[in-house]
């Protein structure tokens, strides 16, 4: 990587420094080729008042005029390396600028109109790339008020799960529908509006806590900003701030921690009040303490609501209400904790290692060999 970085930083000098002797052999040459027009003006005007009968103010206009159309024809010089370095950066800009939108929010769908928040996938097929799918034929249904879990190893295709129903992409074949309505079919905003989400790496904007919360809310009054921190287990460790919810998060929210970051948007999504909730691994990479805050947090998010969770630490999910095992793009296994288990199936095999990894071993030292 540094001899990569070097060789890049090579690079861009040897065209700096290109440009700039292009740039810098313009203007001396300019005053050159200037100061020779000069001369010649002046030795044709001069032999022309001496042999002609032009008068010395025409000679004198003339002179007057060269000097005066000196300074633009430097500048003349000059444009096309202006223009250049200028059109660079312009490119790249139109390349942005006139890209079609891929993804148009008000696209004259109709709203989603929802009523129990019953998602369902039927025969879904996916792919990033053609020939190469990501979801086969995928089935389920995510029940009103209940906990679905995917679990299952990295790679099968479980976040693509979640982006599929936010419409980040559409799918390639089958239908992912909310109360019966293809959501292929409604506005993306609408859709998203439905819909809380909290992820393993949080975003939050630069400004304050107040200010991050109130995004799930934007006509949120103080009070229910501070109803949704509290249950979210944050409205302590906001009022330890000297601004309290004054605080500015800084950017990205590197001023909190980890557990804080995901609080705060726990409570963004708290106050939103959104029906379907959305979870990504949200408690990835806490630690035990952050994480049984931040669980109790969920709790709260999690109630009443139609809930999808992604877990990679499955002692998080053993209570949810029906769990899916997907593998290779497609649900190998679904049922509950107990029922899974007694199947002693991949679920099952995926428990006992984690827990496996969880339990500390230590290396005993070789029993002492012992005197005659």
Not at 4 to 9: D, H, N, P
Not at 176 to 203: C, E, F, P, W
Request: a neutral charge.
């Amino acid at each position: 990587m540094r001899r990569r970085f070097e060789a890049s930083v090579a690079d861009v000098e040897y065209e700096s420094n290109k440009w700039a002797r292009v740039a810098n052999r313009a203007s001396p040459l300019m005053e050159t080729l200037a100061g020779i027009a000069l001369a010649v003006a002046v030795v044709y005007g001069g032999l022309r008042v001496i042999d002609s009968p032009t008068s010395a103010g025409a000679f004198i206009s003339f002179i007057a005029a060269v000097i005066l159309a000196l300074e633009p024809a430097k500048r003349l010089a000059r444009l096309n390396i202006d223009l250049q370095s200028g059109l660079a950066g312009v490119r790249v800009l139109f390349e942005i600028i006139d890209s079609p939108a891929t993804e148009p929010l008000d696209d004259g769908r109709p709203d989603l109109v929802l009523a129990d928040g019953r998602v369902e996938f039927a025969g879904v097929r996916f792919g990033y790339r053609v020939g190469e799918p990501v979801i086969r034929d995928m089935s389920f249904v995510a029940e009103p008020g209940k906990v679905t879990a995917l679990v299952g190893p990295s790679g099968g295709g479980k976040s693509t799960v979640l982006s599929l129903l936010l419409r980040f992409y559409d799918v390639a074949g089958g239908t992912v529908t909310i109360d019966a309505q293809d959501i292929a079919k409604v506005s993306r905003r609408s859709l998203r509006r439905q819909i809380g989400y909290v992820g393993q790496n949080v975003h939050l904007f630069r400004g304050t806590i107040r200010d991050n919360i109130a995004y799930g809310k934007p006509a949120a009054t103080d009070a229910e900003i501070i109803a949704a921190a509290s249950a979210a287990n944050a409205h302590d460790f906001i009022m330890g701030f000297p601004l309290a919810y004054g605080t500015p998060v800084g950017e990205h929210g590197l001023q909190l921690s980890g557990g804080q970051r995901q609080r705060v948007a726990i409570a963004r999504a708290l106050i939103k009040n959104a029906p379907i909730i959305l979870l990504d691994e949200a408690t990835g990479s806490l630690d035990s303490e952050s994480e049984r805050l931040v669980q109790d947090a969920i709790a709260h998010l999690c109630q009443d609501r139609t809930t999808i969770v992604i877990a990679h630490r499955l002692h998080t999910i053993t209570h949810a209400d029906r769990i899916l095992v997907v593998e290779g793009g497609t649900i190998i296994e679904s049922g509950r904790h107990e029922e899974l288990m007694r199947r002693a199936g991949r679920y099952a095999s995926f428990f006992r290692l984690q827990l496996q990894e969880q339990t500390p071993s230590y290396d005993m030292p070789p029993p002492m060999a012992s005197s005659a």
